[in-house]
């Protein structure tokens, strides 16, 4: 790849970080929120790291041509890097002008839920007497499966997240994904929902029920599940790699 091409490589690809971190939110598909610092650091670093390359580039070309990297001295580049570094235009390129999607139920279909926390009984308040009760998907677990007061049994929740396939025609999966740093590391939790058709795959929605009785309620053979009463459609959260407390719906 000849000089000038990198420079360009690391001007694009900064420019790209600061597009989908500075001046969007689509950062949020790929990293934490707390990560949007580093990534702005980052793009002013790669686009000054051109600039200056750039600037060395030509002070030396104005100096008569001597020899710089992958020169022979003749004005002949041979240039060592394969031509797979021409690759590396395409992830520059994507953050310019196509981000890829967030994770959905493509990747949430093809992995188990994941383990909620373990909760000591006497660490489980009680339940406020709001109904329907806004819950996360982990919390609804963990009342279900933890809790020996069963204060979850005849409760109305409320619980938000995006359609999943259960490979059943009589239920599916309320699903969110989260993150510890980056997509990479993605975890997938899930409700099944018993009572009402599936939606399209990847529809948000806000879910209102009763837990659907299945195994022994306060232990671990309790089913993460619900009968639905009613299922919203809501807007996508901007920053959807959280379990976070049911939007409000759009009506």
Known sequence: MRRPLQMVL???SGVGL?????????YLRYVKEGMRPLLIASG???ILLGAADAVAYACRREDGGHAGHGDDGHGHHHSGAPRAAWLLFLPALSLLFYAPPALGAYTASRQPSKTVTYEDENDFDPLPATSPLPM????FT????????QAIKGRTVRLTGFVTSAG??????LTRIMIS???ADAQSVKVRIHGTPAPPANTWVAVTGT????????TRSASAALDARSVEKIDKPVNAYTDALPLTPTG
Do not use: E, K, M, Y
């Open 181 to 183: 740093c980056c997509a």
């Open 168 to 173: 059943q025609d009589d239920s599916w999966f």
């Open 211 to 218: 837990w659907h009785p299945d195994g022994t309620l306060g």
């Open 142 to 149: 963990r009342r279900v499966q933890q809790d020996r007061t």
């Open 44 to 46: 002013v670093l790669l």
């Open 136 to 139: 996360t998907l982990s919390d």
């Open 10 to 12: 690391l001007v694009l």
């Open 18 to 26: 600061l597009r989908v971190s500075l001046f969007t939110d689509l």
